[in-house]
T-cell receptor, first 114, second 116 residues
Framework: GAVVSQHPSWVICKSGTSVKIECRSL??????MFWYRQFPKQSLMLMAT?????????EQGVEKDKFLINHASLTLSTLTVTSAHPEDSSFYIC??????????FGPGTRLTVL | AQKVTQAQTEISVVEKEDVTLDCVYE???????LFWYKQPPSGELVFLIR??????QNEISGRYSWNFQKSTSSFNFTITASQVVDSAVYFC?????????????FGTGTRLTIIP
């Protein structure tokens, strides 16, 4: 199956700093990438849908100014958590959607904000 | 709105027992896809199955089997002869066509523990 990578796999940062997470489709072109957030022992919640070359579509309740998404190419989307606070600590998972209607998930990035 | 319900929060069974994980969904779409994913402690989602709404045939893959019943809006997952490696959180998900993309709605997950 297709491979999606995320970098970093984990990150610890101080409150108030910004953190960038990369999501790459390694062997296919992804016109759409999705960003999910998962709090401990909870389900995955979709944060936003990212389409290459256009603005991301955010789900209700997700602050677009806080979670900046850039999908500059067909293989890369980035999520930047700006001015991170402890409540932003979570497991962030991206997925990439290929034209043949399959969605492949990355391994996730664990963010801890101190 | 789409909704996926996994009523079983946690299940524990002794190794080699069979176990069924329930999934009930709600959607107004006539065309949709249902999924099951496994999430081991590492956190990475492992794809198990994708089923479209027009295919109600049951599926078997090794020790795994799935029962899709549109009449009851259910897509249940059975593991036969369970093994310790099956211990994980299992998510059922439903896709919504969003301009051709598959936007997934996940259930709350069932934490399965296989006791050796």
């Amino acid at each position: 199956g297709a491979v999606v990578s995320q970098h970093p796999s984990w990150v610890i940062c101080k409150s108030g700093t910004s953190v960038k997470i990369e999501c790459r489709s390694l062997d296919f072109q992804a016109t759409t990438m999705f960003w999910y957030r998962q709090f401990p022992k909870q389900s995955l919640m979709l944060m936003a849908t990212s389409n290459e070359g256009s603005k991301a579509t955010y789900e209700q309740g997700v602050e677009k100014d806080k979670f900046l998404i850039n999908h500059a190419s067909l293989t890369l989307s980035t999520l930047t958590v700006t001015s991170a606070h402890p409540e932003d600590s979570s497991f962030y998972i991206c997925s990439a959607w290929a034209l043949y209607n399959e969605q492949f998930f990355g391994p996730g990035t664990r963010l801890t904000v101190l | 709105a789409q909704k996926v319900t996994q009523a079983q929060t946690e299940i524990s069974v002794v190794e080699k027992e069979d176990v069924t994980l329930d999934c009930v969904y709600e959607t107004r779409d006539t065309t949709y896809y249902l999924f099951w994913y496994k999430q081991p402690p590492s956190g990475e989602l492992v794809f198990l199955i994708r089923r479209n709404s027009f295919d109600e045939q049951n599926e078997i893959s090794g020790r795994y089997s799935w029962n899709f019943q549109k009449s009851t809006s259910s897509f249940n997952f059975t593991i036969t002869a369970s093994q310790v490696v099956d211990s994980a959180v299992y998510f059922c998900a439903l896709s919504e066509k969003n301009f051709g993309n598959e936007k997934l709605t996940f259930g709350t997950g069932t934490r399965l523990t296989i006791i050796p």
